[in-house]
């Protein structure tokens, strides 16, 4: 199957500070790939859309101030979390479809972002 | 109503004893249907793909469509301890991408 990183794995910052993660597709390219951030023992939670190429499209309620989407490259896609406060502490995650056409999807391993 | 539905669990078997999880829609649209794997703290991991009505099999997991009922489902036989997880029901309209909030399954020793 195809593959999707996510770089880091684990971060723990303090309040205040910003966090960026990365989202990879190893063996493919990603036009499209999306973020979603999951609390404990809760599902999936969208949060935007990246667009390689253009502006993030965002879910109803996630501030796109707060969570900066970079998609520079057909392979990677960043979330740059800004001044982050113990309320972002969550698991983030990200997908994206193998092809064009949202048939199916493949996530990255997620990235637990601790804040203090 | 949303988009899919999912009862979310827990659901906890013997090992050994044959699954069954489902999902329901309201869509006719979906043309494809996944369903996801996701340990703790892990990423979902893709199971089972399908896009027409009718049984897809793999190893111990069986996916199943019905389209004129709406309604799907993954069967896990011979349960291990190792399909502990929480299961994922995902549907697409090819353009659109909706996901089930997930079942909790344990299956004991």
């Known amino acids: 199957g195809a593959v999707v990183s996510q770089h880091p794995s684990w971060v723990i910052c303090k309040s205040g500070t910003s966090v960026k993660i990365e989202c990879r597709s190893l063996d493919f390219q990603a036009t499209t790939m999306f973020w979603y951030r999951q609390f404990p023992k809760q599902s999936l939670m969208l949060m935007a859309t990246s667009n390689e190429g253009s502006k993030a499209t965002y879910e109803q309620g996630v501030e796109k101030d707060k969570f900066l989407i970079n998609h520079a490259s057909l392979t990677l896609s960043t979330l740059t979390v800004t001044s982050a406060h113990p309320e972002d502490s969550s698991f983030y995650i990200c997908s994206a479809p193998r092809r064009r056409g949202a048939d199916t999807q493949y996530f990255g391993p997620g990235t637990r972002l601790t804040v203090l | 109503q949303k988009e899919v539905e999912q009862d979310p669990g827990p659901l906890s078997v013997p090992e050994g004893a044959i699954v069954s999880l489902n999902c329901t829609y309201s869509?006719?649209?979906?043309?494809?249907f996944m369903w996801y794997r996701q340990y703790s703290r892990k990423g979902p991991e893709l199971l089972m793909y399908?896009?027409?009505?009718g049984n897809k099999e793999d190893g111990r997991f069986t996916a199943q469509v019905d389209k004129s009922s709406k309604y799907i489902s993954l069967f896990i036989r011979d349960s291990q301890p190792s399909d502990s997880a929480t299961y994922l029901c995902?549907?697409?309209?090819?353009?659109?991408?909706?996901f089930g909030t997930g079942t909790s399954l344990t299956v004991i020793p």
């Open positions: 995902a549907m697409s309209t090819g353009n659109q991408f909706y």
């Open positions: 869509n006719s649209a979906f043309q494809y």
């Open positions: 399908t896009y027409s009505s």
